[in-house]
């Protein structure tokens, strides 16, 4: 069974950066997609990011040019830098692994304030 366990988030003011991350205990981490997600209260949860086994990346409009997604596949670990927060970016975040979402990280919770 694959775990994920993320780390980072918290409180920040708009304006201001974060970065989460996400290990994997799989050894075939390197041939996985990987993604970030997010639901904020009352919302549907929304893809962010994705990166490819081969590293390249796409990026939900609401996101591009702030925040980055990046692996470092000799820790088994993916990471999404943001940037220029919003308060409409205050969410639960998680990371997935997996062409299809197959796995899930426990979500971190992510607050900008005004």
């Known amino acids: 069974q694959v775990q994920l366990v993320q780390s980072g988030g918290g409180l920040v003011q708009a304006g201001g950066s974060l970065r989460l991350s996400c290990a994997a205990s799989?050894?075939?981490?390197?041939?996985?997609?990987m993604a970030w997600f997010r639901q904020a209260p009352g919302k549907q949860r929304e893809l962010v990011a994705l990166i490819t086994s081969g590293g390249r990346t796409n990026y939900a409009d609401f996101v591009k040019g702030r925040f980055t997604i990046s692996r470092d596949n000799a820790k088994k670990t993916v990471y999404l830098q943001m940037n220029s927060l919003k308060p409409e970016d205050t969410a639960i975040y998680y990371c997935?692994?997996?062409?299809?979402?197959?796995?899930w990280g426990q979500g971190t919770q992510v607050t900008v304030s005004e």
């Open positions: 799989t050894s075939g981490f390197g041939a996985y997609n």
């Open positions: 997935t692994l997996g062409h299809r979402y197959d796995f």
